[in-house]
């Protein structure tokens, strides 16, 4: 599963970097939790939350069987 939330992250971040961000990727758990960390404009935007689950939680639940959830980590 963690090479298939990395090329979804992969397309997810031309996005974010665009709009000066970026996502890395931190640890994906056995029970289907991914954990991100948001860092550049990102990291500190207040749009992040909608951003993390909206955005990245979204795709990564539709394209990758077993994403259970997104949390981001400092």
């Known amino acids: 599963m963690i090479e298939d939330v990395k090329k979804v992250l992969e ?11 970026d996502v890395e990727l931190v640890e994906v758990t056995a029970d289907g939790v991914v954990k991100v960390r948001l860092v550049g404009a990102c990291g500190h935007c207040p749009m992040s939350t909608m951003t993390l689950k909206m955005g990245i939680e979204k795709t990564l639940k539709e394209k990758v069987p077993g994403v259970r959830e997104v949390v981001s980590v400092q």
């Open 11 to 21: 397309m997810i971040r031309p996005a974010l970097q665009a709009d000066g961000g």
